[in-house]
């Protein structure tokens, strides 16, 4: 056993503490050290005597379980199951409601292609009407033009046909009526003046 120190300023033989340097080498301390004297104040309140706590009268009798060490309930052994499922389910539902977030916006997103497809098929099928209406609208004028030039030109053959056999048939009649006329004596031929 070692001896222990003795405390500084004992009252055994009159010792005194020296401030002697025991290091291999002499150093003088010249540096003066800046001092403060300061003090602190507590508060009142901590100095003020605490409230006596109200306890009730008892009533009845006092009753005690003895438990045993090993009855002792351990809960970081018979909560980690507990935790780890619950954190387990917490963590499930949160992907699958991450995963319905994302699916929903996928399907979102291809709603939203889908009537952009859509409303383009509307307007090539709008252009393609439009389109079928005008080729429908100059086949009907044509068709109509066609009629109407077919309608004239018969109507022209018609009428060359009929101005032609008129024709024929008053250039025979005038001459016979002539020659008729001039059988009968009514028409004398004249005398040329000589």
Known sequence: MRPKTPPLHSDKIGLEDMGIQTEAFLEEITDEVQEKEMSTQTDQMYDMELPRIFLPTKQGLDASTQIMPWELFKFDSEA???????????????????????????????????????????????????????????????????????????????????????????????????????????????????
């Open 80 to 194: 980690k199951p507990i935790v780890s499922s619950v954190v387990g389910k917490i963590i499930e539902q949160s992907l699958f409601e991450t995963m319905e977030e994302e699916e929903l916006e996928s399907l979102l997103a291809q709603q939203r292609q889908h009537e952009e497809r859509h409303r383009m098929e509307l307007l090539r099928l709008r252009r393609l009407q439009e389109r079928e209406q005008k080729v429908t609208e100059e086949r009907t004028r044509l068709i109509e033009q066609q009629v109407k030039e077919a309608e004239e030109e018969k109507d022209t053959e018609t009428r060359i046909g009929a101005s032609l056999f008129s024709a024929d048939y008053l250039s025979s009649l005038a001459s016979n009526a002539l020659e008729d006329l001039k059988k009968e004596g009514f028409l004398v031929p004249s005398k040329s003046k000589s």
